[in-house]
């Protein structure tokens, strides 16, 4: 079974987008504004809080940079008038940091600042190497300007811990992650329980420091050892919150987090580029593919 949903995880993407539809649509929270704010209102009513994010990374040009801008500026008047309790995320590729720095930095700053006009926190998320060091700079200037701004720092990479200690301070929020792009040996951690080790350490350190610490993954026995650390050095729960993405399964875990009080953050993507979002979803997740044929196969046999 294990080969075969890894199988239909590797040719999906060869499949017509009908096809996939079902497969993306435990991952992706719709393709419009509208449904989107319709899932995390009911994430919310579940005790959940939300990062909402635009699909999409690299733009083609200059006035597909600003349509990005002005779609979040969108998100952000619609999460305040429909009282959601969320942040929003977004890359700084997709507001056109690939064709221009300035661009980028100019899309950003309006989005910080209407964010801080309505309160609502923002993170600027970390993408492949190419881009560490102007992300981090940029969210540095970004920050300066609403202390509501946080950060993403990926652990495979090796200069994340020392990143950590760097930007520490009272302000500082990160949401720590393994990371997902293909990188170096040079520059990243392969082994996976070295990746795991690393985003102990920075969580360790960041929680012994100043910072706010987004604790973002999915694996249960990370979680585990996190939590028992959390609970042992009796870590404030307003210096913490653990996140996981919109639709993978977590079994009880998050519902149990909740009933001891803590934050849990769903990261809930939409919007028209969710082909290639969910594709790669899968492709970490391969039993998801089984999962979800598994569901088709009831609601057929059902009808």
């Known amino acids: 079974m294990i080969l075969l949903n ?3 995880a590797t040719v999906l993407p060869f499949f017509p987008r009908f096809l996939v539809r079902p497969f993306a649509k435990p991952y992706v929270a719709g393709e419009s504004l509208t449904e989107a704010i319709e899932k995390v209102k009911i994430l919310n009513q579940q005790g959940y809080v939300v990062t909402m994010d635009i699909l999409g990374e690299h733009v083609s040009d200059k006035t597909e940079a600003v349509a990005v801008k002005d779609s979040y500026l969108e998100l952000l008047q619609t999460i305040k008038l429909a009282e959601i309790t969320g942040t929003v995320s977004f ?6 940091l690939e064709l221009d720095q300035e661009l980028a930095l100019k899309n950003t700053m309006e989005i910080v600042r209407t964010a801080r006009d309505l309160a609502i926190p923002v993170t ?40 950590i200690k760097v930007l520490d301070s009272t302000d500082f929020r990160v949401r720590i992650c393994k990371g ?6 040079e520059i990243a951690i392969q082994d996976r329980i070295e990746i795991n080790d690393s985003f102990t350490s920075m969580t360790h350190s960041l929680l012994k420091g100043e910072g706010f610490a987004e604790i973002a993954t999915h694996d249960r026995g ?20 653990f996140q996981v993405l919109h639709g993978v399964p977590m079994g009880k875990r998050l519902e149990r987090l909740l009933e001891k009080g803590y934050a849990v953050r769903i990261y809930v993507p939409f919007g028209n580029a969710w082909f290639d979002y ?16 598994s569901n088709l196969f009831k609601r057929w046999v059902s009808n």
């Open 6 to 8: 890894k199988f239909i």
């Open 91 to 96: 890359k700084l590729t997709h507001l056109g």
């Open 124 to 163: 600027i998320d970390m993408e492949n190497s190419p881009y560490t060091d102007i992300t981090i700079e940029i969210y540095q200037q970004a920050r300066a300007e609403f202390n509501k701004v946080g950060l993403v720092l990926q652990a495979y990479l090796f200069r994340s811990v020392d990143d």
């Open 180 to 185: 997902i792009y293909r990188e170096s040996p």
């Open 222 to 241: 990370l979680l585990d050892d996190l939590e028992s650390w959390i609970e042992q050095n009796s870590i404030p729960k307003d210096r913490f919150e």
């Open 278 to 293: 969910s594709v790669r979803r899968l492709k970490e997740n391969p039993n998801m593919a089984g999962y979800i044929i």
